[in-house]
């Protein structure tokens, strides 16, 4: 089976910085996902890391590292519109699309 | 704007009655579909794989009678939860992945639609 462990709640202050962090242990390695979504809203999309490394995009990066099965997702210059759930997932095949999520972080921005 | 579009977006209905979900891609043809199950404060938990001109692939535990999958089109897949009862109550969402942007299988994410969410009384 495939476990992806990330912590249930985070609380940060507006303009602050925070970090989810996500391990995982899956029966393989294909890439590692992260989502966000709002109470009642699907997913949307905001990172893709398969190899080693961070990946910046504007105020959000993700980190990976498959020697410790570990990634973490940056947000920075917090603003409100950041409080919502951020879900980490992984694709274990290379043949298909199917991703494992872990049970998501909800983040609470506070002014 | 939207690229997978999921209807509807409420349901609320009775005990015993069978709800169809509508899952289309909207500008690319999706050969593949998923449909996710997630309660509340809870992961999204994939329930099956829909697949374009064949039988969908179940995951370990759900009911394929109760949870029928149609994938009947490069754009369509439905999902029916039959004889629904209060604890199918949940927000079901699908995805599909785009495989028509060159980019490669690996690197693509999974585009959702807006969910649909699922009241049995």
């Known amino acids: 089976g495939q476990n992806i462990d990330q912590p249930t709640e985070m609380t940060a202050t507006e303009g602050a910085i925070v970090q989810i962090n996500c391990t995982y242990q899956t029966s393989g390695f294909n890439g590692l996902f992260w989502y966000q979504q709002h109470a009642g809203e699907a997913p949307t999309f905001l990172s893709y890391n398969v190899l080693d490394g961070l990946e910046e995009k504007g105020r959000f990066s993700s980190f990976l590292s498959r020697s410790k099965g570990y990634s973490y997702l940056l947000l920075k210059e917090l603003q409100m519109k950041d409080s919502a759930s951020y879900l980490c997932?992984?694709?274990?095949?290379?043949?298909?699309?199917?991703?494992?999520f872990g049970a998501g972080t909800t983040v609470t921005v506070r002014a | 704007g939207a690229v997978v579009s999921q209807h509807p977006s409420w349901v609320i209905c009775k005990s015993g009655t069978s709800v169809k979900i509508e899952c289309r891609s909207l500008?690319?043809?999706?050969?593949?579909m998923f449909w996710y199950r997630q309660f509340p404060k809870q992961s999204l938990m994939l329930m099956a794989t829909?697949?374009?001109?064949?039988?969908?692939?179940?995951e370990q535990g759900v009911e394929k009678d109760k949870f029928l999958i149609n994938h009947a089109s490069l754009t369509l897949s439905t999902l029916t939860v039959t004889s629904a009862h209060p604890e199918d109550s949940s927000f079901y969402i699908c995805s599909a992945p785009n495989l028509n942007t060159g980019e490669g299988i690996s690197n693509q994410p999974q585009h959702f639609g807006d969910g649909t969410r699922l009241s049995i009384l």
């Open positions: 997932a992984v694709r274990a095949r290379s043949n298909d699309y199917k991703l494992s």
């Open positions: 500008d690319f043809q999706a050969t593949t």
């Open positions: 829909s697949n374009e001109g064949s039988k969908a692939t179940y």
